[in-house]
């Protein structure tokens, strides 16, 4: 299991970028699909990015498809999310997660999530 500590949030121009990034401790990270999630106030979480352990494969909902991108440095098990030409929708608190199951990752099924990263897009 994963434990993520969430940063890089901030308050940000719409239009603007911002990197976020995901230390998580564990042996386990390397192994681990790793996934972004986001949830805006008053709202389910949702699905953000996904990658997986060997760095073969990413997956973006259309929502962010273009603008985000995820990646992985193993060496530091840390995971990051460039997210660019932001939008005032993009505003919600961000949160990384993983698991040694794709469909699992994809899904959210975790049983604990770290405290997230807030990210605020103005206009």
């Known amino acids: 299991q994963v434990h993520p500590v969430e940063s890089g949030g901030g308050l940000v121009q719409a239009g603007g970028s911002l990197r976020l990034s995901c230390a998580a401790s564990?042996?386990?990270?390397?192994?681990?699909?790793m996934a972004w999630f986001r949830q805006a106030p008053g709202k389910e979480r949702e699905f953000v990015a996904a990658?997986?352990?060997?760095?073969?494969?990413?997956y973006y909902p259309d929502s962010v498809e273009g603008r985000f991108t995820i990646s992985r440095d193993d060496a530091k098990n840390t995971l990051y999310l460039q997210m660019n030409s932001l939008k005032r929708e993009d505003t919600a608190v961000y949160y990384c997660?993983?698991?040694?199951?794709?469909?699992?990752?994809?899904?959210?099924?975790?049983?604990?999530w770290g405290q997230g990263t807030q990210v605020t897009v103005f206009s």
């Open positions: 564990g042996r386990a990270f390397s192994t681990y699909h």
């Open positions: 990658i997986k352990w060997d760095d073969t494969t990413t």
């Open positions: 997660n993983g698991d040694d199951n794709w469909v699992a990752t994809l899904l959210g099924d975790f049983t604990s």
